[in-house]
């Protein structure tokens, strides 16, 4: 069957009261942006998971997602050298049928949820938001107003400068650099603010200006506020956004739903490295800022806004928590199928039940900021933005005919470990 209604999570969710618990102190005196040094590509970094130090990999050239190791991936690495009997793996694929009926139910059972819990909930974090948001003091008050502002605008490309700077980069040459060598040249600098700016639609119009000569003038005026807007103007904004998400009340239970495609902000496709990531045991770390969305079909449309294509029918789901020899065969074969095929990861749709995550609701936080409540146009997206630092471990993955549904659990890593909290 298609993908359609809602996410549950194979547990009772928990009621509303007790999916919001207030922060502990997090493990690492380091809040709001992480420090980042030109030595290493955007991503590629040693950091911090409940205060124990892990290196992470870059899945994509922004660096924005990476992937990093624990004890569970590493268990799942050692069970891909045990050989498995060619003739099994041959009668299993031989079984589409049963492994398609199989991954439907599975995936009815994750769409089957109790709507109410999942409205009672939301609707406490965005009167738990607005509390926070009325606590503000004035100052910080108008960052956090400052920074929403800029991560809502109409195009895309402040989103993508926030979340170079929450990595920790001064500046966007500093990050560029770090990507690669040749962004020493700054005639390459200077070609990708040009190429930046025509992507993002922020070059202003000819018929604003009076002539030719004043519509360069304009155009310049846009390159060089785009090669200093990060500490000029954003670096503040999202150190106070960053700040205010880590001292949210904590979410556990709570479900959640992120439709990513797997072609990248530069056009780059990447979807097959972050399942090939997950499908290997690893850990998909959100470097920058991570949105979410409380409503299933607006989770489906973010991952297939750029495919002319749905997500299609299930195909088999892959179990990452057993040991079971068909689980492996079909790990096996979803590698197999991505080396060969890319594309069949280019909708990703994540399902993920959250435990002691920090997120605010971005809906309630622009009500609660403005002078006037009026709706903003993306009011309707039910967004639950968290911060950095985020990370989800996958423990089911339905390959779809054209994506892939991830059900996981979603935590904050900057927060102590869970044997801590008690």
Aim: contains cysteine; charged residues 20%.
């Amino acid at each position: 069957m298609p993908v359609q209604n809602h996410y549950a999570h194979r547990m009772n969710p928990m009621s509303a009261a007790s999916t919001l618990q207030q922060p502990t102190a997090p493990a690492s005196s380091t809040h709001g942006p992480q420090s980042a040094s030109a030595a290493t590509a955007p991503g590629h970094h040693a950091v911090r998971v409940h205060g124990q130090p892990v290196i992470t990999r870059p899945l994509n050239s922004s660096g924005f997602l990476s992937a990093f190791s624990d004890e569970r991936s590493r268990w799942i690495q050692q069970r891909a050298r045990h050989p498995i009997h060619p003739g099994q793996a041959q009668q299993l694929r031989a079984n589409a049928d049963a492994l398609a009926s199989h991954a439907s139910a599975d995936l009815d059972r994750i769409c089957e949820m109790d709507k109410y819990t999942v409205e009672a909930t939301h609707a406490l974090l965005d009167r738990r938001t607005t509390e926070m948001a009325a606590r503000l003091p004035p100052e910080q008050k108008q960052n956090v107003a400052a920074a929403l502002n800029h991560y809502r605008a109409a195009h895309a490309g402040d989103f993508v400068m926030m979340n170079i700077a929450a990595m920790g980069y001064q500046d966007l040459t500093h990050y560029l650099v770090s990507t690669n060598d040749k962004f020493r040249d700054p005639e390459e600098v200077q070609e990708f603010l040009h190429q930046f700016a025509s992507d993002f639609f922020l070059y202003p119009s000819s018929e604003d200006a009076a002539n030719e000569e004043e519509h360069e003038r304009n155009a310049n005026a846009v390159i060089e506020q785009l090669r200093t807007r990060i500490p000029d103007t954003l670096a503040g904004p999202v150190a106070s956004l960053a700040s205010f998400i880590d001292t949210a009340p904590r979410l556990s239970g709570v479900p959640l739903m992120r439709g990513q495609s797997g072609i990248g902000h530069d056009g780059e496709f990447e979807g097959d490295r972050i399942v090939s990531a997950l499908l290997n045991g690893e850990n998909l770390r959100f470097n920058g800022f991570c949105s979410t969305s409380g409503d299933y079909d607006i989770a489906e449309n973010f991952a297939t806004q750029q495919q002319e294509k749905q997500m299609g029918e299930p195909l088999y789901t892959i179990d990452l928590t057993t040991n079971s020899v068909k689980d492996e065969c079909l790990r096996r074969d979803a590698l197999r199928a991505l080396e060969n095929e890319p594309e069949g990861a280019t909708s990703l749709l994540f399902m993920l039940k959250t435990e002691q995550a920090a997120g605010v609701s971005v809906p309630a936080l622009g009500q609660a900021l403005r002078d006037e409540p009026e709706e903003h146009m993306t009011d309707v997206e039910s967004e639950i933005l968290l911060g950095p630092g985020h990370y989800m471990q996958a423990e089911q993955l339905i390959r779809m005919e054209h994506g892939y549904v991830i059900a996981g659990t979603l935590r904050n890593g900057n927060a102590p470990a869970a044997n801590d909290l008690q």
